[in-house]
């Protein structure tokens, strides 16, 4: 079966620190160009981080220096690791795969950040 498995979302206060873990089956993991979005009421979903096959990285500028995108392709799971967080940071988190056309999304976990 194909799917992402968020994991690692919950209530935090601000300057504190989450880690998100995404746990891929059913795919070719190595060669999936890996990422988190997010997406806060009302407003749009946005790119948070990304990671090649190759772990070439990719961030946001607004978590350029408190959040890391990593990934274990032995064990198909890629994390972020979310450092001093923000009020601003508070939205769902999503894990996404894709490789060319094939877009894959996990079904969300709720980062909520307290000021």
């Known amino acids: 079966q194909v799917q992402l498995v968020e994991s690692g979302g919950g209530l935090v206060q601000a300057g504190g620190s989450l880690r998100l873990s995404c746990a891929a089956s059913g795919i070719i993991f190595g060669i999936y160009t890996m990422g988190w979005y997010r997406q806060a009421p009302g407003k749009q979903r946005e790119l948070v981080a990304s990671i090649t096959g190759g772990s070439t990285t990719n961030y946001a500028d607004s978590v350029k220096g408190r959040f890391t995108i990593s990934r274990d392709n032995a064990k198909n799971t890629v994390a972020l690791q979310m450092n001093s967080l923000k009020p601003e940071d508070t939205a769902v988190y999503y894990c996404?795969?894709?490789?060319?056309?094939?877009?894959?999304w996990g079904q969300g976990t709720q980062v909520t950040v307290s000021s």
């Open positions: 996404n795969a894709h490789l060319g056309p094939a877009v894959l």
